[in-house]
């Protein structure tokens, strides 16, 4: 038995050695192409690790709490579950590959040069000038955030239905074949979508994540809940959110949070950022009286439910846009978001049957749609002079840019999901037993409850 335990500590210890000795080469090898012109500038580093820090909180608790309580009890702690899962694995994806993946030269796709994350460094920027005034370091951790929420978001589809370990391997993969390389498209030096870098196929704005973040993961959720299909009992059955106490404080917490994501996009304590943390809090304040006057008018009240929901519409469809509007056109943006998501979550669900069990398909990928396209119609160059002007700018093309950008995305993430989900089901499988789903997943899932009351 001693023998044993140090045969496993050895091995652990080769492991470790030969990880740190790959990291430490690869940062031998890249280190050579750090920009020598570098000034640090302690505002925007210590915006940006805000930032980092509000864009964690989106995801837990904010996240965490806004699903868990549209859930039903027995699913509570399985639903919060999903989220702080991906502040773990995805954490550790982003340091083997996934930042190289997404942040790394290349043409449609990174590299992997930047594996365990040599190369970047805590004093030095990054040698493609994402961020001129902060450490490579801080610019990696402040997208990992947002490779974080994303999967996180899909999740919201398939609860209360898909088994834990199918959830955690489905959205790894999911993250390295559809969000790494999405990510790259839009942000990424060399990306096809990138606005103003001459390599560009599309010029295509997406300002904090309209495309990548919002329409991806929406649509993937769509795909998700028609593959997996619908809960047991579903829509026979009376399937209320169990706290909406939990959720109203999720919401709360993501309406702030979002300052970090789309102010924090100007990677600098700037007058952008300023700029656009307006834009944000005006298109969600809008987005959510626009939901519940639709409600108010259909159904005699407006709910706690629609006012949050509608405040998570705007904070989706004003993200491409944030950073290329003023205050006005991000009052219409959340205006129309409101109204275009109540009917997405309401008419067009009801219509067709599926079973989006928290709305991420009519939150997110709608709203994301309408964002990415109203970006088309609304940007200035006067509010961003690194942008483009749209539509109402005299720029038609622009519009054109977010279309066939919105259609790249939705055929990415539809068709990437559509594969993983497929070869999961006939290997490991997808869904909780008809049992393990009546008995709910805290229980069979984790082996606990969330009440003890």
Not at 168 to 175: G, K, P, Q, Y
Not at 198 to 223: K, M, P, Y
Not at 366 to 378: E, N, Q, R, S
């Amino acid at each position: 038995m001693i023998r044993s335990t140090r045969s496993i500590e050895r091995l652990l210890g080769a492991v470790i050695a030969a990880t740190l000795m790959a990291g430490c080469a690869l940062a031998q090898d890249t280190a050579s192409t750090s920009s020598p012109a570098f000034k640090l500038d302690s505002g925007d580093i210590a915006w940006m690790l805000t930032s980092s820090a509000l864009v964690l909180m989106m995801t837990g608790p904010g996240l965490a709490l806004f699903y868990s309580g549209l859930v039903r009890r027995k699913n509570v702690l399985g639903t919060m579950m999903q989220s702080f899962a991906m502040m773990v694995l995805i954490t550790l994806q982003w340091f083997l590959f996934g930042y190289s993946i997404a942040f790394h030269e290349g043409s449609g796709w990174g590299g992997l040069s930047w594996m365990f994350l040599g190369g970047v460094s805590p004093a030095q920027p990054d040698p493609y000038g994402y961020a001129a005034t902060i450490p490579h370091q801080l610019w990696m951790v402040y997208q990992l955030m947002f490779a974080i929420i994303t999967p996180a978001l899909v999740t919201g589809a398939f609860a209360e239905r898909m088994k834990f370990s199918a959830m955690a391997i489905f959205l790894l993969a999911w993250s390295t074949v559809v969000y790494d390389p999405l990510a790259h498209w839009v942000w990424g030096k060399g990306g096809w979508f990138r606005n103003g870098d001459g390599q560009e196929l599309v010029g295509a704005l997406d300002f904090a994540g309209g495309t990548v973040v919002h329409i991806s993961s929406g649509v993937s959720a769509l795909v998700c809940a028609l593959f997996l299909g619908k809960r047991r009992g579903y829509p026979r059955e009376a399937m209320p959110p169990h706290n909406l106490t939990y959720s109203f404080i999720g919401a709360a917490l993501l309406w702030v949070g979002w300052f970090g994501f789309n102010a924090g996009s100007a990677v600098a304590a700037s007058g952008l950022a300023v700029s656009a943390f307006v834009a944000t809090h005006f298109a969600t304040a809008a987005a959510a009286l626009s939901w519940a006057v639709m409600e108010w008018l259909q159904r005699g009240k407006p709910s706690v439910l629609g006012g949050i929901s509608g405040a998570v519409a705007g904070l989706v469809a004003i993200t491409p846009a944030s950073g290329f509007v003023g205050p006005r056109a991000a009052v219409a943006i959340g205006l129309v978001a409101g109204a275009v998501c109540f009917f997405a979550c309401t008419s067009l669900k009801n219509r067709f049957g599926y079973d989006d069990s928290l709305d991420a398909f009519g939150v997110h990928g709608i709203g994301g749609t309408v964002g990415a396209l109203l970006t088309g119609v609304f940007a200035s160059k006067w509010v961003n002079p690194a942008g483009a002007d749209g539509l109402l700018h005299g720029n038609a093309r622009q519009l054109l840019n977010q279309a066939v950008a919105v259609v790249a995305t939705w055929a990415l993430a539809a068709a990437g999901t559509l594969i993983i989900l497929a070869i999961l089901k006939a290997t490991i499988g997808l869904r909780v037993s008809e049992e393990d789903e009546i008995e709910g997943l805290d229980v069979t899932q984790h082996g606990e409850v969330g009440y003890n009351f």
